[in-house]
């Protein structure tokens, strides 16, 4: 029975160990930080591309952050109305921190709009968060463009 147990506690810990291993080369791919829903009016990232005979108003797409040790990154899923996946891609956070225009348009909260660059397949697009919800926007605005450029991060 002694060594029963002797040998149960040394697989175990040596399983403790392999699942940290594990773990920790995965990462935190299955613990979203936070996930938004892209908004309605916004249009779609310039690495989607829809299915023949679909549009704009027959998809939704999600974006889900990750926060690694080695940086952030993004998971986007395009799906149909039916909720079935028809694309999915991530993508690279390039700043460290989300930014904010140094001069914020007027009426939003403090600490918004703020911003994040994300390159997917090459492509950057700069999301935009307005205000503390489940909802993300794809901005073409020059002003944020210029400040990303401006702060340095994962230069395009």
């Known amino acids: 029975m002694t060594t029963l147990i002797h040998f149960i506690k040394r697989h175990l810990l040596l399983?403790?160990?392999?699942?940290?291993?594990?773990?920790?080369?995965?990462g935190c791919e299955f613990l979203a930080e936070s996930t938004f829903k892209l908004g309605d009016e916004s249009r779609l990232p310039k690495w989607v591309t829809l299915p023949p005979g679909l549009t704009r108003a027959d998809v939704s797409l999600t974006m889900s952050y990750y926060s690694m040790p080695?940086?952030?990154?993004a998971r986007f899923i395009l799906q149909d109305k039916n909720k079935q996946a028809i694309e999915k891609?991530?993508?690279?956070?390039?700043?460290?921190?989300?930014?904010?225009l140094?001069?914020?348009?007027?009426?939003?909260?403090?600490?918004?709009?703020?911003?994040e660059a994300v390159t997917v397949n090459g492509i950057t697009e700069i999301i935009e968060?307005?205000?503390?919800?489940?909802?993300?926007?794809?901005?073409?605005?020059?002003?944020?463009?210029?400040?990303?450029?401006?702060?340095?991060?994962g230069q395009l």
């Open 129 to 153: 968060h307005k205000k503390m919800e489940p909802i993300f926007y794809v901005t073409d605005d020059p002003a944020v463009w210029k400040q990303y450029q401006s702060i340095g991060c």
């Open 102 to 115: 140094k001069n914020p348009p007027q009426g939003f909260t403090s600490g918004y709009p703020s911003y």
């Open 15 to 26: 399983a403790i160990l392999l699942a940290i291993v594990c773990f920790t080369n995965m």
């Open 89 to 100: 891609e991530n993508g690279k956070v390039r700043c460290k921190n989300p930014f904010q």
């Open 70 to 73: 080695w940086g952030g990154s």
